[in-house]
């Protein structure tokens, strides 16, 4: 019992710390203005899709909008949770890669997010429209169980960081071809977060870059440590060699 609320309470400091960094880096919207206007605007030059197009699709479509709104509001913090819960209560020697996973990809992304960048949503200009907003589903400007989400924290996109966590996770722990079904995770989530225009392409794949890195770093950390335990075991089969000819002379 005394693991799960250790690791509860791990979670949740994350989660607090999150919504602090969000409101330490409102350093303005005019900036946060400025940056969203040139992520867009670097994107049509590298010949990604426009988000605007791609929310037009769903626009004339309330119930795909609700839902959209309400996969944005709630999953990733849901199916993130049930997966941890999961691993740590059936596959528990899997589950610590995991939550530094969780916890390494996020402090990064927080880092970067003191530089406010606005959503897409923020830019009518452009022709993105707030549907959250308009729906009155939206999670910004009002506090929800006492939490007010930052609206100016858009790069990366921990929505999809952790969507992707989830997805590598389960793939590589589950067992059975049913566990490939989790791939939907993300690939909704992308979806969710473009159509609603909470994220731009750009957020979402700056996102995946620092969580690819944080992979490569517990790798190359996990094979220190297993050379490391190697060189130990060896030297104390040595010193064991060692005493046991001492006592035998």
């Known amino acids: 019992m005394a693991d799960v609320l250790r690791e509860a309470g791990t979670l949740l400091a ?4 999150w919504q602090v960094v969000g409101h330490l880096s409102l350093m303005g ?3 946060a203005l400025e940056r969203a206007e040139w992520i867009h605007r670097t994107e049509g030059e590298f010949g990604l899709p426009d988000e605007v197009s791609w929310q037009r699709t769903v626009v004339g479509h309330p ?7 309400y996969y944005y509001a709630t999953m990733h913090f849901g199916v993130m949770l049930v997966v941890l819960l999961w691993l740590f209560l059936r596959h528990r020697a899997r589950y610590a890669w995991v939550r530094t996973t969780v916890v390494a990809t996020t402090a990064v992304c927080l880092l970067i997010q003191f530089v406010p960048v606005a959503p897409p949503r923020m830019l ?3 022709g993105f429209v707030d549907l959250a907003e308009q729906y009155g589903q939206s999670v910004y400007g009002s506090a929800v169980a006492g939490v007010v989400a930052d609206q100016l924290s858009a790069m990366p996109s921990v929505h999809v960081a952790w969507c992707v966590i989830v997805a590598v996770a389960v793939v590589s722990v589950a067992r059975g071809p049913w ?7 993300p690939l909704v989530t992308v ?9 731009f392409w750009a957020d979402g794949l700056v996102a995946v870059a620092i969580l690819l890195t944080v992979y490569l770093v517990q790798a190359a950390v996990s094979g220190w440590r297993q050379k490391e335990d190697a060189v130990l075991a060896v030297a104390e089969e040595s010193g064991e060699r060692e005493r046991s000819a001492v006592r035998q002379g």
């Open 14 to 17: 994350l989660f607090a710390l």
């Open 29 to 31: 919207t005019d900036h």
């Open 63 to 69: 119930w795909l909008v609700r839902g959209a709104n």
């Open 124 to 126: 009518p200009g452009n």
């Open 179 to 185: 566990r490939w079904l989790v791939v939907l995770h």
């Open 191 to 199: 979806w969710v977060v473009v159509v609603t225009a909470n994220h």
